[in-house]
């Protein structure tokens, strides 16, 4: 069985490209095109890995997301990458590990990404 990956992302473009990598590389893909609809697929779908822009109706609301999906005990334990364009459009540098308490991430990369290093991240992310 195939694992299963929502990427929550405004950018239809951006997923559709994301969803041939993932698909291609033998993973469901599913999306949704804002936070509330992506948590609400997340607890009805229950993937396996969340893939989570920041700044898609609010700049900080993929923020707010990975804050609920953190704080429910259905969903607290779903790997997340962040893949956003924050620090190019906000010039705020994030880092995983010195921002572990304020980013509730597994993963925080800045777009774009290339195919192989996402490839790369959601294997080591789910444990292969």
């Known amino acids: 069985m195939s694992k299963k990956i929502i990427i ?9 490209a994301m969803r041939m990598i993932l698909e291609g ?6 999306d949704a ?21 920041v700044m898609m109706g609010t700049q900080d609301e993929g923020f ?3 804050y609920q999906i953190r704080s429910n005990e259905k969903t607290s334990d779903i790997p ?5 364009a924050v620090q190019q459009e906000t010039g705020f540098v994030f ?3 010195t921002d ?10 800045e777009k774009p990404v290339n195919p ?5 991240l959601v294997k080591i992310n789910l444990g292969h």
């Open 100 to 109: 572990e308490d304020f980013l509730p991430v597994s993963e925080f990369v």
């Open 25 to 30: 590389a033998g993973y469901d893909v599913i």
């Open 33 to 53: 095109q804002d936070g509330t609809i992506g948590f609400d697929r997340i607890l009805t779908e229950k993937p396996d890995l969340v893939i989570l822009d």
């Open 80 to 84: 997340i990458i962040m893949l956003t």
């Open 95 to 97: 880092d995983k590990d």
């Open 64 to 66: 707010h997301v990975a």
């Open 116 to 120: 192989e290093k996402l490839i790369e």
């Open 8 to 16: 929550i992302d405004d950018d239809i473009d951006l997923v559709e």
